[in-house]
C-alpha cells in the first residue's frame, strides 16, 4: 500500500537519465510510464526524470535566453534541469551503455577536459608518453563523467557496458590507473566478442558477441565507500566467451571472478603471465634507442592517390594541379569518402609537378606501389620521417597492440627502404625507425641516441658497424624464441632489445643481414624458387583458391609447388601469399607479377629457415 506514495515522494526524485536523441528520450518517458502503472500508481505527481540532453556537456547553471519560447523553449528548460542535477545533486550510481566511437562526436571543452585525468602515466606523475592513444573515444568520456560524479560524491558505483579495449590495451594505461585510485574495488567482465581479432572461445568454438558488433565489449562494476584505506583498488576479473546465449544466462547466475594484481608499470585489468619480465625489462627499449620515429603515412584516398602504375599517379595529380578533377570527378571515378575528395579541393595554392615527390613506398609486405608525397594529397604525410627516405635509407618497421591474430605468437615486424603506409600489418598502423637522418646540407647521421646505444653495445668487445647493430635488432625480432618467451610483454608494448653478448651478436648478425635482404627482395636467392606456373592463358585473377600444394588464380591456372608453411605465413594482420593475390582480383597478372609471386613465396620459405637458425 505504500508504494505509491513512495513512488511520488522518493524514488521519482532521485532516478535520472540522459538522452540525446529524441526517439529513445520518448520511448523511456513511455516505457516507465507504462511499468509503474503495471506495479500500481495511477498517478504521478511529477515529470519522471529523464531528460533531454548531451551528458558530456557541463553542468552550468541555466540562464535564460530569447529562444525560450515553444520547441526551443522545451529544449531549454531540459538542458536547464539536466544541469541542475549534474552540478547540484549528489549522485550514488551512474549506469549506462554509452556510445563507442574513436573519432569521438563530444569535442567539447568539456567533454574533452574529462579525459585529462587519464594522460597520464601509472603514478601521475608525468604526461602519457604515447604519440597516439584511444582516449578520445566517447566511451571513454563518459566513463570519465562517472568517475568524476562519484569521486565529486565521496562514494557510490559506476556499472556500464562498454568497449572492452581499455582492459589491456597499453595506451589506457593511465586511464586504469586513475580509475584504481578512485574506487576501492572494480569488477571486470570481459564478454570478448571481438570480430576484428578473430575471438575464439578457450574449447576452440566461436565466440560471439552479445551485441552486432564487431568491437569486443565488456561489463565494469567500480565502487567507492568513503572509507578507502587503500592505495589502490582492488580488482576482480572473470571472462565469459562462447555463444551470445550462454553469455546472457551465465550473466544470470554468479560470476567466479579472479583477484588480478595490478602492475606498476601497465596497470592492466586482465590476468598477465609476467614471468620474465624483469629479464625483458633489462634490455633497451627501442622507442629509446632510435632518435626519431613515426606511424605510417595516412592517405584517406587510397583508391585515388596510390597505385601499382607511376605514370597513373602522375597523370592524377597533374589532373588535379590544371583543374580537369573537381569534386565531381574525384568521387565518381575513385568513390571517394566525401572528406577526402572535398579536402584535396580545397587546395588552391597548388603549383606544377614536382617529379621528386612521385615515389615508391612500401604499402604492404612485398607490394611497393606510387604515391605523390605532397601534404596536399596524403592527409597525414609524417613529415619528419618520410623525408629522410627520399635518399637511400632503411628502415625496421614495427606494431604493437593487436599484433597477433587468434592464438600466433607476436609477428608484427617488417623492413623497407621507403617510406611505409599506415596500414602496413593490419588496420591500426606501425611504427618506423629510419637507420638514418638526413639533414638540410645533405648530410646523415645515425638515427641511435647516444646513451642507449651505448647500452646495447655495452657487452661487445668490439665497436660494431651500425648496419650490423640494425641486423642484430632484425634478427631478435624474428627470433622464435623471444617471441614466444616475451610474447605477453610485445602484445601490449614496443620492444625491449636484448644486449647481446659478442658471441650472440657475431652469430646473429649474419643471420639478420641475411632477413634484411630477402625482404627488401635484394637477394640473388630469391630467384631460385622451386615455385612453378605450368598452363598458360590469360593470367587474370579471379578466385583464389589453395589445394594440395597449388594455388589457383582461376579455372585453369595455377602457381604449383606452394608449400603449405609459405600459403599460410604472416606478417601481421596478413598472409603474403594470399594477401598479394587477392589484392589484384580482376586483373591481367603480367609476367612480372608471376616471376614476382614465385619469388614472395620463396622469401616466406626462406624466412621460415632462418628464423629456425636464429633460434
Known sequence: GRWPAYVNENLIKRLFGFELMMAPYTIAHMKLGMTLKETGVEELTDRLGVYLTNTLEEGLHFQGTL??????????????????????????VVMGNPPYSLVSSNETKFANGLIEKYKVEPGGLKKLQERKHWLNDDYVKFLAFAEDVIAKNGEGILAMITNNGYFDNPTFRGMRWQLSTTFDKIYLINLHGNAKKKEISPDGSKDENIFDIMQGVGIVLAVKTNKKNTKSALVYYADLFGKRSDKFIALENEINFENITLDSKSVYFVPKN????????????????????????????????????QNVIEDRVKKIISGKYGLEELNNNFKLGKNYAKWITSHKNFNKFDEALLQRYTYRPFDDKYSYFDSRFIWRLREKITKNFFRENVAICIGRQGGTVGPMPWNVCFISKSMVDLNLFYRGGEQVYPLYIYHDDGTKSLNFNTSEFSTLLNLLNKEPDPDDVFNYIYAILHSPNYREKFDEFLKVDYPQIPIPTQPDFDRVVPLGRELRELHLMRSPIIDQYQTTFPVSGDCTVEKVSYTQERVWINKTQYFGNVPELAWNFYIGGYQPAQKWLKDRKGRQLSDADLVHYQRIIKILLETDRIMKEIG
Not at 529562444?67 to 550514488?92: T, Y
Open 67 to 92: 529562444f525560450d519560447i515553444g520547441l526551443a523553449g522545451a529544449v531549454s528548460e531540459e538542458s536547464r534541469l539536466a544541469a541542475q542535477i549534474k552540478s547540484e545533486h549528489p549522485v550514488m
Open 274 to 309: 609476467i614471468e620474465g619480465e624483469q629479464e625483458y625489462m633489462s634490455g633497451v627499449d627501442i622507442n629509446s634507442l632510435f632518435k626519431i620515429s613515426s606511424t605510417g603515412i595516412f592517405t584517406l584516398g587510397d583508391n585515388f592517390i596510390v597505385d601499382d602504375s
